[in-house]
């Protein structure tokens, strides 16, 4: 079996070999790359969906922006945060296949479920059970796609991967909005589950498990141990909270955009829910997959710009997503969002790049899981809910235009995101470096 050195694009490092070994049955590599995409899309739109459902549901439920934002922050986010350790733990020790089928299935189950809720309580608990089912997905997919492209393509194999979120973005927000003016938003949610239960199928019958490259020959270390490594490692400390302040911002935009615009600009809510998903989903993902085309060459010169992209992008985006919640002109609003979308699409797949570049072969799924941690407890739980509460608490003042403004001013989190994926890139290098020497050392003479 072709090892990768962990340090292909270490400056001076020596080119990684291009043989991968094959899957011994079941769909080939970049056929599974295309059902891990379609996952993480579908799990995207079981996620965002309640967001474009938003002003229904404050007028069946009665509810605030506050509620708005806990029934996508503390109501799903943290209980994803918190069960994305366990099944992470699991996808390092068990089959990540059937993690996946098992988890795709359990969380359409959960969506299906909330058609049938009657209470805003209600709503929530389906929310957290599709929550604990999407937790488990993305740490066994990211080390699925290091072991399949462990040669010099997995930044782009992580990059096509994480558009998928974009593209779920558009299709839970536009095909959303769409249906919602012709269906309730109960019928919408059975809808949206019946994709999962097909993908969980394939996924259980047709994909193979590949081998784990590197040492495999040392379990996973225990949790302590673990948690220890990753302290340790200074770059993957600082591109996590350089993530999270990243997702921080961006978060309430996707939580509450169609909402702004329904609001401010008067939208209706199909309008809204297709304007903010296409531009989410083609910018996004667009800006994705480049990342990854860009990251590749360049970081076989230096590592390092896997966390100098992000940087650069999230400069960019700090003006231009703060002032797209505060003009006046919707089509100004939208074509600042579009280029902001094309520079936040970068942001993640170069994270999940960098992690998994300096994870041990046994710890890449729970490197990943605990950076999703920090990203949705900081990002996706503290992102809305404090746009929210800022909405609530400003409405008295600004009236509609509350919500932009509160979009703008946690949009300024962007900088600080730069700062700290400027500051991880400083040690990138020689994380790497570690990482080549225990496998050097574990590698058989």
């Known amino acids: 079996m072709d090892r990768q050195s962990p340090v292909s694009g270490l400056k001076g490092a020596a080119a990684p070999p291009r043989a991968v070994a094959p899957l011994r049955r079941g769909f080939g590599r970049w056929t599974v790359l295309a059902l891990l995409v379609l996952t993480t899309a579908v799990n995207l739109i079981d996620r965002q969906l309640p967001f474009i459902m938003a002003e229904p549901l404050k007028h069946e439920f009665g509810l605030s922006d506050t509620q708005i934002a806990l029934l996508g922050g503390l109501g799903f986010s943290l209980v994803y945060a918190l069960a994305a350790l366990p099944l992470a733990r699991l996808a390092d020790r068990w089959s990540r296949r059937w993690v996946t089928a098992a988890c795709v299935f359990a969380w359409s189950l959960c969506t299906a479920s909330g058609a049938f809720a009657r209470t805003f309580p209600t709503l929530v608990a389906t929310r957290s059970g599709v929550a604990i089912g999407e937790a488990g997905a993305a740490p066994a997919a990211h080390s699925l796609i290091s ?23 558009m299709l839970g927000m536009g ?41 495999t020959t040392a379990k996973p270390p225990p949790l302590g141990a673990a948690l220890s490594k990753l302290w340790k ?74 966390l100098w992209l992000p940087a650069l992008a999230c400069a960019f985006n700090f003006p231009l997503y703060g ?39 046994r710890m890449r799924a729970f490197s990943s899981a605990v950076s999703q941690l920090v990203v949705n407890i900081f990002g996706n739980v503290a992102g809305p809910l404090a746009v929210g509460m800022l909405s609530d608490h400003l ?5 509609a235009r509350s919500i932009g403004l509160s979009l703008s001013i946690c ?35």
């Not at 570690?434 to 574990?442: E, G």
């Open 395 to 399: 409405q008295a003042a600004f009236g």
């Open 175 to 215: 095909v959303g909005g769409l249906l919602l003016e012709r269906f309730s938003w109960r019928t919408v949610l059975l809808l949206a589950a019946i994709p999962g239960f097909l993908l969980a199928l394939l996924f259980a019958f047709f994909v193979a498990e590949p081998p784990r490259i590197g040492d």
């Open 323 to 361: 002032a797209a919640w505060l003009v006046g002109d919707a089509k100004l609003a939208l074509a600042l969002l579009l280029a902001a979308h094309l520079f936040s699409g970068c942001c993640l797949p170069m994270s999940y790049a960098a992690t998994q570049a300096i994870a041990e072969p």
């Open 233 to 306: 490692q200074r770059s993957f400390v600082w591109l996590a909270m350089g993530a999270a302040c990243t997702i921080f911002s961006a978060a309430g935009g996707t939580t509450f955009g169609a909402s702004f615009f329904i609001r401010v600009h008067h939208l209706s809510i199909g309008e809204a829910g297709l304007v903010i998903g296409v531009i989410a989903g083609v910018a996004g993902t667009f800006g994705a997959i480049v990342s990854g085309v860009i990251v590749t060459p360049l970081s076989r010169r230096d590592a390092r710009w896997a």
């Open 147 to 169: 072991d399949l492209f462990h040669d010099g393509r997995r930044p782009l194999a992580l990059a096509i991967n994480t558009g998928g979120i974009t593209l779920g973005i």
């Open 411 to 445: 949009g300024s989190l962007f900088l600080v995101g730069g700062l700290c994926y400027w500051r991880g890139a400083a040690f990138h290098r020689q994380d790497l470096e570690s990482r080549r020497r225990l496998d050097a050392a574990a590698a058989p003479l």
